[in-house]
């Protein structure tokens, strides 16, 4: 009978703990049948966008020169400070011109003694024609003192040709550049001997322009040929498609020119193109590496979606919808450029599904969901 009043008294005790706790699993098994399986869905949208590839480029200067001696000989002054900018016609070395200078004396000189020669062998021709037409001579004789005249302008030639060879060379002592641009470090000191066909003296490159090169790929070229990308360029007139050039550590592009060259030959299934980028400020050197967006035509209409809404998986990229009967299906989808926040869809969905952007933890594929529908802003 004790016993009995025990157990009474300790059931009477738990069971309002027991229905309190059945009250808070109702109450929240209640939220969770609400809450669950909530997604919010959107149709994507289209607007008007320009589509801008890019490629990895590689810039080099519009001219770069070699500078190198035209004659050999001892290398007498350097008139630069390295990584000087020098204008064309400065001149940049000096070879001692000593040598070049006798050359040309000696050629004048020999141009001297030929003219006289020339001078007697006229009077000689005047004098033969004079006693031929007297009978004093024979015919052969007089065209022997024309032949003498004519030989001795031929000498006269050749030895003009030597003094002009002789002048131009000492001309060549002094190097000059052939370009406007930032001169590189000398190669040479002063004292050392310069061979012609050799010694690299120095490199001066032009920045005011640099040249973008880069690559597209045949399948590329297929689609530009379609929207006539190619037609645009004009080589004579420096103008093409627009590009935009951004550096490795840049957020946003900026740099920016036109496409002005695309090479005649595949060379691995790519094509060589070039673009002609503005450097007035001088913030881009030959070397550099970067990456240049080319505008793939007028701008056209393109469905777009919220990057976030867009899933990567082993096979490629994907989004998941919700069907006409509330069921969350898996679709694969070809993805474009990003702008800004929202992601080119070039196939895989239509204008009407309804695509989950928020809750995608919740949207399991073949599982029924509760949509709300939102409205994409652009």
Known sequence: MKITTKSSVFAAAILPLVLLCGCFEKKAAKIDTTNYNTVEVAKPIFRKVEVWDSY???????????????????????RFKDGDFVNAGDVLFEIDPRPFEAMVEASQASVREIQSRIELAQSNLGRAQDLYKANAISKEVLETRKSELFSAKAVLMSAQAKLKEAMLNLEFTKTRSPIS???????V??????????????????????????????????????IKLFD????????????????????????????????????????????????????????MFGKIYL???????????????????????????????????????????LIGKMQIILDGIKPEDRVVINGLHRAVPHKTVKPVLKELKE
């Open 56 to 78: 990895a480029a590689r810039l080099e200067g519009e001219k770069s020169v070699e500078i190198r001696s035209r004659v050999s000989g001892y290398l007498e002054k350097i």
């Open 181 to 187: 641009g930032y001169i590189s470090r000398r190669r």
């Open 189 to 226: 000191d002063e004292g050392n001997l310069i061979d012609a066909s050799t010694t690299l003296m120095a490199t001066v490159v032009s920045r005011n322009i640099v040249y973008a090169y880069f690559e597209i790929s045949e399948r590329d070229i297929i689609r530009y040929n379609n």
């Open 232 to 287: 645009a360029i004009d080589t004579a007139k420096h103008s093409g498609p627009p590009v935009k050039l951004k550096l490795l550590d840049e957020v946003e592009p900026s740099h920016f020119g036109q496409v002005t060259y695309v090479d005649n030959t595949l060379n691995a299934s790519s094509i060589e193109l070039r673009a002609e980028i503005g450097n007035m400020r001088g913030q881009l050197f030959p070397g």
């Open 295 to 337: 505008r793939a035509g007028d701008p056209v209409s393109r469905m777009l979606l919220p990057e976030s809404a867009i899933g990567t998986d082993l096979v490629g990229r994907y989004v998941l919808i919700v069907n006409s009967k509330n069921v969350v299906e898996y679709r694969a989808v070809q993805v474009g450029e």
